[in-house]
């Protein structure tokens, strides 16, 4: 997906979806993939469907996201202050993977700014540095 320049975080919640409701290997992920390149044939007849038709739909995967909250350490300042931009940017922003990348630099600025700078492993500096990257290029 990302070769043409869709969000790889949009095949990882179809990917979860599938876990959520029993599949655990690789054909399941095949098998969606397979349904998903059968929907170029039907985008004609499915884009007359209207977004009230599928609102119900997103509204189950936003539960199924909701339901993983309750793992985050809301006691941990630098977990909650992450953890909180990133949903709020992704509701706001309407964009998973700016949230995602928000988040990221939120964590590291909470790190180095409670002096904990040394733990911060060295794929997720990598990370911070493409997100700022990214972002100034953005605007």
């Keep these: 997906g990302s070769m043409i320049g869709t969000s790889t ?5 179809e990917s979860t979806s599938g ?5 655990r290997t690789g054909l399941t992920s095949c098998t969606t993939g397979i349904c998903f ?11 007359m469907i209207t ?8 509204v189950i ?3 199924l996201m909701a339901s993983q909250l309750k793992d985050i350490k809301w006691d941990n300042l ?18 998973i993977s700016n949230g995602i990348a928000l988040g990221f630099i939120v964590y590291v600025i909470s ?15 990598v990370l911070f540095l493409l997100f700022i990257a990214y972002f ?4």
């Design 19 to 23: 876990v959520g409701v029993g599949g």
């Design 78 to 95: 630098i977990f909650a202050a992450s953890g909180f931009v990133t949903i709020i940017f992704m509701i706001l922003g309407y964009s």
């Design 9 to 13: 975080v949009t095949s990882f919640v």
């Design 111 to 125: 790190m180095i700014a409670t002096g904990q700078a040394k733990d911060i492993n060295k794929m997720v500096w």
């Design 136 to 139: 100034a290029f953005l605007i």
């Design 37 to 47: 390149l059968l929907t170029v044939f039907f985008y004609p007849v499915l884009s």
């Design 51 to 58: 977004d009230a038709v599928t609102a119900p739909a997103l």
């Design 61 to 63: 995967v936003g539960i």
